[in-house]
């Protein structure tokens, strides 16, 4: 880690010894730790996790007060095989206890996010280290004893500074991150360390009380996987690899005017990230490059404003101009791709502008008013990709769509979405934001983006729900089912290019490929439900209205025409009525081939 003090490498070396020389049975004892973590609802409390290990069979026990839910009890079975990982004790001769405090605050707790401060405690009890007081923890844990992301670093690493934390572990940061960081730093006593892995955290938090650690963050790049191979490209995938090399040359844009200004000291870090896009974006992998060239080009801006000039009105004004300049392109059978995805990132604009300005908050301090500023630097990059998606769409020819039967494909699907979120036992936030866009835009009569997005909530949904309960080697091998599959679509093909990125980074760094399943769900549903959008218009069912429910719409207003008495039926309409079936029957077998022909799974 640049910039570590060599203090971290010795310790590293002093707790190696130290667990060698404590190989011997099932230890009986106990260490606590603490977290930062969601409390009452909200960021910015802080947890308190005892690890204790005893004589037993390898069972792993959660306490239930408060209730834990099954990510933070995955999290415990991984703390706990990757805590015994290395050591001479038989982990099935042990039991392993967790209990969570939080002083009554919380009802129950969730996610992986003390996963890392877990294992760290466990370590600690089961080699007999002393673990600082001072020293609070983040992270998820992997394989390996690798440290995973989570999510809300910002208001943990607030909590840890305003509650008594001298040094903050966590996860690999970014570089907005970094820097709010490091203005709290300077109200506080406080550090914040990235760690890589458990040895890395160990060293650190089983360090002599006191003992200084000077850190630096630097900024990283990550390496394009050399195993990545390079993708066969069709005409969608050319077409939106010209829409990334846009986002990425805007990026090198921004980086060359700041050269001599506040980005100077990241120029390296920039022009390294935007050479890789370059590289990226030429292999086929175009949403990655442009997703990366995204994310840099909000840190640019970040960075770009001092705090005396954040002014979220002049932001939303910029966005506002954005949103008026996108023009409409009437949809057709071979553009309806790009307009959808088009108008959902408007959308997504629109949503995040309604979300700040609903906070209604009122800022206690700048790392607050500067996440909210980042939030609509978001929402207008959504706003100028989705300008780039329509220029592309405005230059493909092609039949009109089918406007009635694309809000009857719109209203159904909606409704089957609904359904199943209701239907989950755990619904996902990312899942509801955008089923809530769908439902906002198929109100305004914007067919298409509600597609868009009630796919995109689907696929998360369901990613969500399969994943409850299993560990990562399992949505692993999930991950690499979706990678063999041969997409046609250009959403699918999109978003699928995205997933075998990250199998590829994930194999080159000996690491399982469960976090792609959730991107590699969204490539499936995509391609599904826009492979059959174009055959579902290219043959639109017969209209069947019967007992108010219209089978165009899927609508049950009372509208429909058709109403039958029960008892009343005669036998021609008895005819009638198989022979409509029949008639959709056939039509949906047709579709259901011509999907088949078109897909070449």
């Known amino acids: 880690m640049v910039g570590r003090s060599s203090a971290i490498s010795f310790a590293i070396v002093m707790l190696l010894l130290l667990a060698g020389a404590f ?27 005892e690890a204790a290990v005893r004589p037993g069979n390898g069972t792993v026990y959660m306490g ?28 099935s001769d042990c039991d392993v206890e967790y209990t969570i405090g939080d002083g009554g605050q919380s009802q129950s707790v969730d996610g992986p996010s003390a ?30 004893g690798q440290v995973g992301q989570v999510g809300g670093l910002i208001d943990k690493a607030q909590a840890s500074a305003r509650l008594g934390g001298t040094i903050l572990l966590t996860p690999s940061q970014q570089l907005y991150e970094s820097i709010l960081m490091r203005a709290l730093a300077e109200k506080y006593n406080f550090t914040a360390i990235e760690v890589q892995t458990l040895d890395e955290a160990m060293a650190i938090a089983a360090s002599p009380a006191g003992t200084a650690f000077n850190y630096t963050f630097q900024p990283k790049n990550m390496p394009i996987p050399p195993n990545l191979q390079t993708r066969t490209l069709n005409d969608d995938d050319r077409r939106f690899a010209d829409v990334a090399n846009k986002i990425n040359n805007q990026l090198k844009e921004q980086v060359d005017a700041g050269a001599t200004g506040a980005l100077a000291p990241y120029q390296g870090y920039f022009s390294t990230g935007i050479a890789q896009n370059d590289r990226l974006i030429s292999m086929g992998y175009s949403y990655t490059g442009a997703n990366n060239a995204f994310l840099s080009e909000v840190e640019a801006h970040f960075l770009t404003t001092p705090p005396e000039k954040l002014d979220g009105h002049e932001e939303l004004a910029r966005i506002d101009q954005c949103l008026a300049s996108l023009s409409d392109v009437p949809p057709n059978e071979n553009n309806f791709e790009w307009v959808a995805g088009a108008h959902a990132r408007a959308a997504w604009t629109h949503q995040k502008v ?20 980042r939030e609509l630097y978001y929402a207008q990059s959504w706003c100028e990709a989705a300008s780039y998606l329509l220029d592309v769409a405005r230059g493909i020819g092609g039949k009109p769509l089918n406007s009635s039967a694309l809000a009857g494909e719109a209203a159904v699907r909606l409704k089957q979405a609904q359904d199943m979120m209701n239907r989950s036992q755990a619904p996902d936030a990312e899942a509801q934001w955008h089923l809530q866009i769908a439902n906002d835009t198929m109100g305004k009569g914007d067919d298409l983006a ?27 091998n999930l991950s690499l089912q979706f990678s063999g599959e ?17 199998v590829a980074g994930a194999r080159a760094n000996n690491r399982t490929a469960g976090e792609a399943y959730r991107i590699f769900r969204l490539s499936g549903e995509m391609e599904t439900q826009m492979g059959g959008l174009k055959n579902a218009l290219d043959n639109p069912p017969i209209r069947v209205q019967v007992d108010g ?18 008892g009343a039926m005669k036998t021609t309409d008895m005819v009638l009525g198989l022979l409509i079936i029949a008639g959709l029957l056939g039509l949906a077998a047709r579709a259901g081939m011509d999907l088949a022909k078109n897909r070449k799974r």
């Open 549 to 566: 429910y219209d089978s165009a719409s899927g609508r049950t207003d009372g509208a429909g025409s058709g109403a039958l008495a029960a």
């Open 486 to 502: 041969e997409y046609l679509t250009l959403w699918g093909r999109t978003y699928q290019s995205q997933g075998e990125y990250i």
């Open 64 to 91: 239930v007060d408060p209730l834990t839910g099954a990510s933070t009890q995955m999290s415990a079975q991984e703390a706990a095989r990757e805590a015994f990982r290395g050591l001479d004790v038989n982990r």
């Open 23 to 49: 190989a011997a049975g099932c230890p009986v004892a106990s260490r606590t730790i603490t977290v930062p973590a969601v409390v009452s609802g909200q960021e910015g409390g802080l947890l308190y996790i």
């Open 450 to 476: 509600s597609l868009y997005d009630t796919t995109y909530a689907r696929a998360m949904q369901e990613s969500a729900d399969e994943a409850l309960g299993r560990n990562d080697s399992f949505l692993s």
């Open 115 to 144: 996963g890392l401060a877990m294992t760290v405690a466990l370590r600690a009890a089961l080699t007999n280290a002393t673990l600082r007081d001072d020293v609070i923890v983040t992270g998820a844990i992997g394989p390996n």
């Open 354 to 373: 309604k979300d700040i300005a609903g906070s209604n908050q009122t800022y206690s301090s700048s790392e607050e008013k500067y996440l909210a500023i």
